[in-house]
């Protein structure tokens, strides 16, 4: 059954670019591994295949799985998220241009734009996204192409104004594009909000498996995507089959899956709220967290990334780390197992001595599809191991 974007969400991620297979009516469509394609006669491609790079039908489905889920008409599925993000700059942007990027952005973005762009010509500044007056004014202060935002922010949580932001990148000709891997396009779609581009890191929620790396960009103009369409094809970062189907796997159980997140996120950010070794609780659905009206605005729910910071400071923060044995000390997020991170030194360390460091008694929490209870219980005896 094909998709309609009059569907809801969780039927549109079954069945966008899902139909089965013509010939033995099989429900799952095959992966096909092919890098290159028979044609009939020079030049007569069968339903436009040529060769893996140029397309693939389980990249393709994937693709048009993703567009319809974040509301965009075409979307790009990439190797990971920094390769879409890569792709995504490269065919928008020329040296000279400025990219105006939140404060607390991720890492791997920062060290993309700073250190490799950097030295293309692409300048950035950073600034703190909730301030729109300090937006406004590194917009207006240089050749902004683009106004970039994650929100949530990685890790501090922070949330943005999708909405006013988009504002004032068009008042200015710039463009703006929301990371949203942390929400997914299961709790917020910011196209719809008025965004031009989002990118995301399919590793995380999207894949939830933690078994498969990748990334994608959506827009919903069609010239934009020419352009990103063009770099995907010209320089190659693509998606193999095997990833592609496994992300599209995961994406078809995004909404149940976020629903659980979301659930174990707001009980144990409740739970670390009362603890008195807690400094603060960086999490959009308390009632406390300074964007939670915001949150609730421009999302569905709050999802399953929990920040917190700890009054021992670095040593604390790092004790709980390494004390759990439910929450796995790793990198990355958004699997359906628990996992835990000190961004300092590990997803964040690019970020050092700039504007953009983590603070160092500060943990990154990814609450799984656990229960809840053992979730807790886990960190409780964590927190009995610090001095």
């Given amino acids: 059954m094909p998709a309609s974007e009059n569907q809801g969400f969780n039927t549109r991620a079954v069945h966008a670019g899902q139909e089965f297979e013509p010939r033995t009516g099989a429900v799952v469509?095959?992966?096909?591994?092919?890098?290159?394609?028979?044609?009939?006669?020079i030049g007569g491609l069968r339903s436009g295949y040529e060769y893996g790079r140029g397309g693939n039908p389980t990249r393709d489905a994937l693709q048009e799985q993703l567009a319809a889920l974040e509301l965009g008409t075409h979307a790009y599925s990439f190797s990971s998220g920094l390769a879409a993000e890569d792709a995504l700059i490269r065919a928008l942007t020329r040296p000279g241009d400025h990219i105006v990027l939140g404060n607390d952005a991720y890492g791997g973005t920062y060290r993309l734009i700073s250190r490799v762009l950097g030295d293309w010509g692409i300048g950035n500044t950073p600034v703190d996204m909730a301030n729109l007056d300090m937006v406004r004014d590194a917009v207006a202060s240089h050749k902004t192409r683009f106004l970039w935002v994650e929100t949530p922010s990685n890790p501090l949580m922070k949330i943005t104004d999708i909405a006013a932001l988009a504002d004032i990148a068009h008042d200015a000709g710039a463009l703006l594009v929301v990371d949203n891997t942390f929400a997914s396009p299961y709790l917020q779609t910011p196209l719809a909000l008025g965004a031009d581009v989002v990118v995301h890191s399919t590793t995380k929620y999207i894949g939830g498996h933690s078994d498969v790396v990748g990334g994608a960009v959506v827009v919903?103009?069609?010239?934009?995507?020419e352009?990103?369409?063009?770099?995907?094809?010209?320089?190659?970062?693509?998606s193999g089959p095997m990833d592609a189907f496994l992300t599209t796997r995961g994406l078809k159980t995004l909404g149940v899956r976020m629903d659980r997140h979301s659930e174990n996120g707001q009980a144990v950010a409740e739970w670390l709220l009362e603890r008195p070794e807690v400094e603060a609780v960086l999490y959009p659905g308390l009632p406390t967290h300074p964007g939670h009206e915001l949150a609730k605005k421009q999302m569905r729910k709050f999802g399953g990334m929990v920040s917190v910071q700890f009054k021992g400071g670095e040593a604390a923060a790092r004790k709980?780390?390494?004390?759990?044995?439910v929450f796995t000390l790793a990198e990355s997020l958004g699997g359906i197992e628990s996992l835990m991170n000190y961004p300092s030194e590990m997803t964040h360390a690019s970020v050092k001595g700039t504007e953009l460091a983590v603070p160092v008694n500060l943990l990154r929490l990814s609450c799984g599809i656990e229960d809840v209870e053992d979730l807790i219980a886990d960190l409780d005896q964590a927190f009995s191991a610090i001095p």
Wanted: aromatic content about 10%.
């Fill in 29 to 41: 469509p095959p992966l096909h591994f092919s890098s290159t394609y028979a044609q009939d006669g």
């Fill in 220 to 225: 919903k103009d069609a010239e934009l995507a």
């Fill in 227 to 238: 352009k990103i369409g063009f770099v995907q094809f010209a320089v190659g970062a693509v």
């Fill in 320 to 325: 709980v780390a390494e004390s759990t044995s």
